[in-house]
Every structure is written in C-alpha cells, then in structure tokens.
C-alpha cells in the first residue's frame, strides 16, 4: 500500500514563527502535493512538485514555500506563521505516469493552529 | 478554471438503503476522475478512480460512473452501512497536458447512515 505520512498530527505555533509541515511518501512518486482544507472553502492547492528541486505555485502561495531535495520528501514552509494559516494542510503523492497515473494518495493531515 | 460541485451537501438515511451521490464540473478535458473519503479530522481515502476514457468503475458495494461529456459522476453506496457516515469528496484531474496531477475538488457530501 502506497504511505504518505505527515510528521504531526497537531501543531499550535506562535504568530511570525517559522513554521516546517514535512511529508514523506514511500512509493516513489513523481509527484507532490501540498493542500489546505477551511470549511465552507473545500480544498485549495498550496504548491506542487512534479520532480526533485521542482516547484510550481497552486491557487493560494502567499505566505507559504515548499522544498523538495529528495524525490520522497516534500516540506510546506510558512515563512511567518499568521493567524490565518490556522487550517488542516493535506499532502498528496502521486505518478506521473502507468495505467492508473495521476491517482493521488493523502497523508493523515496536520492540523495547524497559529495563536 | 474548471469548477466541481457535488450534490447534495448532507445526506441522513437510515441502514441499509441505496444512495446516490453527484458530481459535476465544468470542463470536460479531464484526465480522469477520483472519489475519496475523509472521516472527521482525517486525511483522505482513495475510494475510486476511473479514466476519462472509461464509464465506470466497481469496488465492493461502491460504484462509480463518468459521463465526461456531459461534466457528470456518481457515487453508488449500496446497502449503506452507518460505517459508511463520512465525508465523500469528488475530485477532477485537468487533462494531462496541463497539469501534472493537479486536483479540482468539490465541497463534499456529507454522509450520515443510522441503524
């Protein structure tokens, strides 16, 4: 079974820490995924990563990096923690390629609360 | 930008009825499609995936149907099991030539089965 796995549950940081959500998947995906999930907003795409040192923005960058320097891991960073970015962030693996390519597989979520 | 919407947003049945959920979005030129489940404060479960290029597919007492070029799909739950109760999310993938696995997703469906 594909593993995506997210290195906290739960974090409650500090308005203007640095804050780093890690997320490692052992299937050797291509790609990654980092979302964040508000109620009444759904799911919105925060970055992504097609392949090593690969970034691209999603819907909603602002405030948020990511970095990718191995293929299995992939961190969301918030530059300056806002209250704003209290959310559950959600990571995603999945291929770029073969018969069921594209099918994304979650982690169990963090859920940040910023105070 | 391609726009998902499920329907209906909650759903209460009792145990052991068929359910049918929907799905629609507005652009046609999708990769494939992806039913998932998220339980309360959980990541999500892949349910489902079926290709652009297929009109179904079956797990269990779970169906899923594409009709691509009329933007629609549905999720049949037979005889619900109110361990079934959870959130049931619609997701799109964009044609592969623009997107690299990249999701669109509905709100969800809120699903309560009770004994």
């Known amino acids: 079974d594909v593993k995506v796995t997210q290195s906290s549950r739960y974090l409650v940081k500090r308005t203007g820490e640095k804050v780093f959500l890690e997320c490692v998947q052992d299937?050797?995906?291509?790609?990654m995924f980092w979302y964040r999930q508000d109620p009444g907003l759904g799911l919105r795409l925060i970055y992504f990563?097609?392949?090593?040192?690969?970034?691209e923005k999603g819907d909603i960058p602002e405030g948020y990096s990511v970095s990718r320097e191995k293929k299995e891991r992939f961190s969301l960073i918030l530059e300056s923690a806002s209250t704003n970015q209290t959310s559950m962030y959600l990571c995603?693996?999945?291929?770029?390629?073969?018969?069921?390519?594209?099918?994304?597989?979650f982690g169990q979520g963090t859920r940040l609360t910023v105070v | 930008k391609q726009e998902v919407t499920q329907i209906p947003a909650a759903l209460s049945v009792p145990e052991g009825e068929n359910l049918v959920l929907n799905c629609s979005f507005t652009?046609?030129?999708?990769?494939?499609l992806q039913w998932f489940r998220q339980d309360p404060g959980k990541g999500l479960t892949s349910l489902l995936l079926?290709?652009?290029?297929?009109r179904e597919q079956t797990s269990g007492r779970l169906n899923a149907s594409l009709d691509k070029s009329s933007g629609r799909s549905t999720l049949y739950i037979a005889a619900s099991q109110p361990g079934d109760s959870a959130t049931y999310l619609c997701?799109?993938?964009?044609?592969?030539?623009?997107?690299?696995?990249?999701?669109?997703f509905g709100r969800g469906t809120q699903l309560t089965v009770w004994p």
């Open positions: 995603a693996s999945s291929l770029n390629w073969g018969p069921s390519g594209t099918e994304a597989f």
């Open positions: 299937m050797d995906h291509e790609n």
């Open positions: 990563s097609y392949d090593v040192k690969m970034k």
């Open positions: 652009d046609s030129a999708i990769y494939n």
């Open positions: 079926i290709q652009s290029s297929q």
């Open positions: 997701a799109v993938c964009p044609d592969r030539g623009s997107t690299l696995g990249r999701l669109y």
